[in-house]
């Protein structure tokens, strides 16, 4: 889902829903715990008269989410943390 929104401005929320082929009440749980985290922004509108929902990531988020890449880098070049099981009797 953050990856979705890192790639945006701002995402529909069914665009969201569909891409990461989850259900509304799942997708709302984890929308809620992301922006009471901080991480993402939650707007509600209209598009004529059908209410609508924009989900975008905040400051916040999109550095949490940079961070959080950046280690899986590392982690892919062998750069991180050591999964040897050397001197663990292995």
Do not use: C
Request: proline share 1%; net charge positive; charged share 25%.
């Amino acid at each position: 889902m953050v990856a979705l929104l890192a790639a945006a401005d701002r995402v529909d929320f069914s665009f969201v829903r569909d891409h990461v082929e989850v259900s509304d009440s799942v997708l709302s749980k984890q929308m809620s715990a992301l922006e009471q985290a901080g991480y993402i922004k939650v707007k509600k509108g209209f598009v004529g008269k059908r209410p609508r929902t924009w989900l975008s990531l905040t400051g916040e988020g999109r550095r949490v989410f940079n961070r959080h890449l950046a280690a899986l880098r590392e982690i892919a070049q062998g750069n991180g943390i050591s999964l040897s099981l050397q001197g663990r009797g292995a």
